[in-house]
């Protein structure tokens, strides 16, 4: 019989056919406890095979009432595998439950878990949607906003080509006009106030330079004088049909 004791190695324990309880009782405990237990003597490892040591975790402690651990030893061997066996049956029994409740719990935890990322991959979905139409409509916005401007820099820069343009005449005119000035200031400079040419109180009468005082005179003496002449005809005629009537 194989006998799995704490320390995670196995021991081999031959059992005699005899009805001797005591003794097989103390193979088992040596079994259990290792040799020298029940008599406090250490004994020779007849019949043992020493397995590798298996690394288990030390923070599991199985503690058991003295109670028990007397009826344990009590205990007769064939009761014991028994127990051993029905032990490990329920054991793996229980296992498997667990384990089915475990993969139960597992697929339904994933399966709520699917549920839940679905839900919050259906909410990331229309959340992207909104900002997908958000900036879809801002992108609009901004395409009309650039084509507005683009029509407005055409137009500015016409105008802003026809202001050069209009700059460039009034500077060619102010050139022209500052020519003109300059050779009027030349000439003028060259003009002789006290030459009777540029006297301001005098005009051209008939080719001549007369003053205008003068020239004023005679014109009024002409009309008086032309005035006295057609009194006389007016006169002459009178008297003349006078005589005719007479």
Not at 72 to 100: H, Q, T, W, Y
Not at 116 to 128: F, G, P, R, Y
Not at 146 to 174: F, H, M, P, S, Y
Request: overall charge negative; charged content about 35%; some cysteine.
């Amino acid at each position: 019989m194989e006998v799995h004791v704490h320390g995670g190695s196995k021991r081999k324990v031959e059992l005699s056919a005899k009805t001797g309880r005591s003794k097989d009782v103390k193979k088992v405990r040596a079994a259990l406890l290792g040799p020298g237990s029940s008599s406090g003597a250490k004994g020779p490892k007849a019949g043992l095979i020493e397995l590798l040591d298996t690394v288990v975790h030390h923070d599991i402690e199985i503690n058991l009432s003295e109670t028990l651990v007397n009826s344990i030893d009590n205990m007769e061997p064939n009761a014991l595998v028994k127990a051993m066996v029905e032990f490990c049956s329920k054991a793996l029994i229980l296992g498997r439950r667990v384990g089915s409740l475990y993969q139960r719990e597992l697929k339904e935890g994933s399966r709520s878990r699917v549920e839940e990322l679905t839900e919050e991959l259906e909410v990331q979905a229309d959340k992207h949607a909104e900002e997908k139409s958000a900036w879809k409509k801002a992108r609009e916005e901004w395409l009309e906003e650039k084509k507005r401007l683009g029509t407005w820099k055409v137009r500015c820069l016409d105008l802003e080509n026809k202001l050069k343009g209009r700059i460039a005449e009034l500077e060619e005119q102010l050139r022209r006009k500052m020519v003109d000035w300059s050779w009027s200031w030349r000439t003028l400079k060259d003009i002789n106030v006290s030459d009777a040419r540029f006297d301001v109180n005098k005009d051209v009468v008939d080719g001549e330079l007369v003053s205008e005082a003068g020239s004023s005179l005679e014109e009024e003496a002409d009309k008086m004088g032309k005035g006295s002449d057609a009194n006389i005809d007016d006169v002459m005629v009178v008297e003349d049909a006078d005589e005719g009537t007479t």
